[in-house]
């Protein structure tokens, strides 16, 4: 248990679903952030949240909707997703502004769009 | 343009010292170098950071040579628990956790 929550560990979705992704955080950290890892693929960051405002937005396709309602909890809505969406969601959060850098992660959300 | 090399994959037995290596030849003077891991199917892990100085911690140390091109990370006595992918990653301390890329580092596995 690494302080970062993720629900629900596997999640299987049609492509016409609506689903959610979340994570909780349970480290008082500021930031939060989503990040996708595809097969045999590097971490690629998707979103990140600093103090619940949103900073960053790496041309995440739209059918990947985030919302943090609170420096302490964070959401990932998806719809109408493709096959090659299929990965690992991984969670992490920060204390911003401590300088150290150092992301704590949850242990992702793994998901297969049929 | 990647800013640190790591060997794709290595090999250590149970019970010895782990030793992975990574350069890192265009460091700037501000910019420390992290290594984190991420056991298979799990979120990566921090492990350990530094500047200048070799760093120990309760997971490894962590020696940078003198002139601060490359660096070693040390597991003195490795379980097969630490078989991982290892990243070595560079960036100025404070420059937004963000900012930290997860190459392909180095996939360790260790033998019983």
């Known amino acids: 248990e690494t302080g970062v929550t993720q629900t629900p560990r596997h999640l299987v979705m049609g492509m016409t679903n609506k689903k959610s992704l979340k994570c909780e955080q349970h480290?008082?950290?500021?930031?939060m952030y989503w990040y996708k890892q595809s097969a045999k693929k590097p971490l690629e960051l998707m979103f990140v949240y600093n103090f619940k405002e949103q900073t960053e937005n790496n041309s995440v396709p739209s059918r990947f909707s985030p919302e943090c309602p609170n420096s302490s909890h964070l959401f990932l809505h998806l719809h109408t997703l493709q096959p090659e969406d299929s990965a690992l969601y991984l969670c992490?959060?920060?204390?911003?502004?401590?300088?150290?850098?150092?992301?704590?992660f949850g242990a992702g959300s793994r998901l297969t769009v049929l | 343009d990647a800013k640190t090399t790591q060997p794709t994959s290595m090999d250590c037995a149970e019970g010895r010292a782990a030793n992975l290596p990574c350069n890192h030849s265009?460091?700037?003077?501000?910019?420390?170098v992290y290594w984190y891991r991420q056991i298979h199917s799990q979120g990566p892990q921090y492990i350990i950071h530094g500047l200048k100085n070799n760093e120990t911690n309760e997971m490894a140390s962590l020696i940078i040579t003198e002139d601060r091109k490359s660096s070693t990370l040390i597991l003195p006595h490795a379980t097969l628990r630490d078989t991982a992918v290892y990243y070595c990653?560079?960036?100025?301390?404070?420059?937004?956790?963000?900012?930290?890329?997860f190459g392909k580092g180095t996939k360790l596995t260790v033998n019983p």
């Open positions: 480290l008082g950290h500021n930031a």
């Open positions: 265009t460091i700037s003077g501000n910019e420390y």
């Open positions: 992490a959060s920060s204390q911003e502004g401590s300088g150290a850098n150092v992301l704590t």
């Open positions: 990653i560079v960036l100025p301390l404070g420059g937004g956790s963000e900012k930290l890329v």
